[in-house]
């Protein structure tokens, strides 16, 4: 009995109601959220005292970036648990985050391009942290360019899920790679083990953007997981009464 809610996040029409009544909240949380950080990041906190105001780009540049990772682990995931236990809510959760991992990810390198030429002299050098995110986004364009390549969807759902959980080895190398070689890169600063380096003043903001980035991921996500589950689901009875009526169908 304790388990009875578990096994309905595999049921689609109960994880279509809950995504629709979580998106309002998270949405408005996310707003909020980055409203205050980014004020506080690019207003109020101190400038660097090497680096002066052009670190400010961190707070979206190491946001985004970071959350790029996070964005490809939930699709691992997602992807194996449908592949191990055959849930198809599990399909459609990483079928929805494939776009918008790609979409964080190209803005955290093209940030840190920005970043990059004014403190390195450069846009761009053949750095392992570098090279291993470009991978990221061919792992994201290559995991969507198969799910687009066939007609049958459980086909694709495997295929890609293989991808996907295949890709999931550069998760890791992304982010060691600045301890692994001789990386221009600089080592993180926040995300690690043991305590943050980055100021009080500067951790702060930081840590705001960085969970209004994270919301508004979840509620663009669940967007994207209603769409998904309707398009998969579109002849099942449930999926009539979502269109049709406007409540939650999270019930049925």
Not at 6 to 33: D, E, K, M
Not at 55 to 65: G, S
């Amino acid at each position: 009995m304790r388990w009875t809610w578990f096994h309905r996040l595999g049921s689609p029409p109960f994880v279509y109601g809950l995504a629709q009544r979580l998106t309002p909240w998270l949405a408005w949380s996310a707003g909020i959220s980055l409203a205050v950080g980014i004020f506080d990041g690019l207003v109020l906190s101190p400038p660097d005292y090497q680096q002066g105001d052009g670190y400010r780009i961190i707070y979206v540049h190491a946001a985004t970036a970071t959350l790029s990772l996070t964005i490809y682990t939930v699709m691992a995931i997602a992807a194996a648990v449908a592949h191990i236990w055959r849930i198809k809510v599990a399909n459609a959760v990483a079928a929805s985050c494939a776009p918008i991992g790609l979409s964080f990810t190209v803005v955290g390198l093209l940030t840190g391009m920005l970043w990059g030429k004014p403190m390195w002299g450069t846009y761009w050098v053949w750095d392992p942290k570098l090279v291993s995110m470009l991978l990221m986004v061919f792992l994201y364009l290559g995991y969507m360019g198969l799910r687009a390549s066939f007609d049958d969807v459980t086909r694709a759902d495997r295929v890609s899920g293989m991808l996907a959980v295949v890709g999931f080895v550069n998760v890791p190398i992304v982010y060691f790679s600045v301890y692994w070689w001789n990386s221009l890169h600089q080592a993180p600063s926040v995300f690690k083990l043991g305590k943050p380096t980055m100021a009080t003043p500067m951790l702060i903001p930081f840590l705001t953007v960085w969970l209004g980035f994270n919301l508004f991921f979840a509620a663009v996500a669940l967007v994207r997981l209603r769409a998904e589950l309707l398009r998969r689901e579109r002849a099942a009875s449930w999926v009539r009464q979502a269109v049709t009526y406007s409540q939650p169908v999270g019930e049925l």
